[in-house]
């Protein structure tokens, strides 16, 4: 009797690539799109604000000057520092005007021939915005009063800013001397404490006006 064995020999080679694990690798060249996924964020649009207003305190002046012995006014500067601001968050760039109209300066309870008219010019400097490309700007022209006691003179445009400016918030800082008023001289001005009252209104899109600069 004869047996014969047969024994198979696997190569070492062959064995560890049974065994490895498998690699893809893109050719050069590939032009697969990679995937994309997108990230959301909505953004909500705010309000137009006026949200503050300045209020002006001249000081006290001597009733003998406000006596009619000449045609000349008298200039009084403002005593306090005050603020007009604007918040513009609407996203809508269509810029903005706040108007004012003033009140002659009466004493209440007082005969109406005792009112005192005039105007207040405001030539602050101090303007402030979120960047100087948004920045809004100072009217040049001034409020004057009418010569009827409780009906304001004219309105007129303060500060503004054009289609494109006047985003986030923007302030106008009236420190002491920033606002000026001029009284008319009025021989029948008593010795009281006399006020006017300013009206303010804000308003969009902006009207052209070439006093107002930007």
Known sequence: MSISFK???????ALLALSAPSFVFA??????TPPTTTANIRVTAGDLTLRQVPAFD?????????????????SLPNQKSDALTVTDYTGSGKGWVVKAAITPFEVQG???????????????QEISAETTATQAGLGTTPLVTSDVAGKSGD????????????????????QPGAANLTLNKNVYAT???????ITWTLATPVPTDPSVTG
């Not at 050719?27 to 697969?32: E, K, L, N, V």
């Not at 009733?63 to 009619?68: Q, S, T």
């Not at 010795?191 to 009252?197: D, I, K, V």
């Open 27 to 32: 050719a050069d060249g590939d032009t697969t």
């Open 110 to 124: 007082a005969d109406t021939k005792s009112l005192l008219t005039g105007s207040i010019a405001l030539t602050s």
């Open 155 to 174: 309105t007129v445009d303060i500060f503004s800013a054009v289609a494109g400016k006047g985003q986030g918030l923007n302030a106008v800082n009236f």
């Open 191 to 197: 010795g009281a404490a006399y006020s006017a009252t």
């Open 58 to 74: 001249f000081g006290t002046i001597n009733l003998d000057r406000l006596a009619p012995r000449s045609t000349t006014a008298v």
């Open 7 to 13: 024994r198979a020999i696997v190569p070492a080679v």
